[in-house]
């Protein structure tokens, strides 16, 4: 005779154990800040987080050109850059000064070059999301 029994385990506990409340847009908003702090706890649970190189390199490319466009430029307005006056202001207000202008313009440069290794085949995808992360806190 087979006897099953049945547990009452609540659902919270049966639903993704190895989740994490982080995104790429907290690893994306810890790069474009320079904060290493917060950073080292994000990418802890880098395993839980689904990061694709391609979404990170987009939204890190399309970021400091913002940066750069706004931070670099006395004269830049939400209608030349094609974006809405409150992401124009909010850019501004929270986005810009961690970085200076030699900064930001080497790390446009890198970010476009591992664009292209990646594209072309010669920059393994496996190894390319540390080695940004790495890179551009190291600038």
């Known amino acids: ?18 989740s994490t409340d982080y995104t790429i847009f907290d690893i994306v908003n810890c790069i ?8 080292t706890m994000v990418y802890s649970n880098i395993n839980n987080i689904d990061v694709d190189i391609f979404g990170l390199l987009s ?18 307005t939400p209608e030349s850059l094609n ?10 207000k929270y986005s810009c000064g961690y970085y ?20 072309s085949g010669s920059l393994d995808t496996r190894i390319a ?5 790495c890179k551009i806190m190291s600038i």
């Open 100 to 119: 200076n202008k030699e900064q930001l313009v080497k790390i446009y440069s890198f970010l476009c070059t591992i664009d292209y290794k990646i594209k």
């Open 59 to 76: 939204l890190l490319m399309s970021n400091f050109k913002n940066i750069i466009s706004i931070q670099l430029s006395k004269t830049s």
């Open 83 to 92: 974006i809405s006056s409150k992401q124009f202001w909010a850019i501004k």
């Open 32 to 39: 474009t800040h320079h904060d290493k702090s917060k950073l």
């Open 1 to 18: 005779m087979l006897i099953i029994s049945y547990q009452r385990i609540p659902i919270k506990n049966q639903l993704y154990t190895d």
């Open 129 to 133: 999301l540390d080695y940004v992360i």
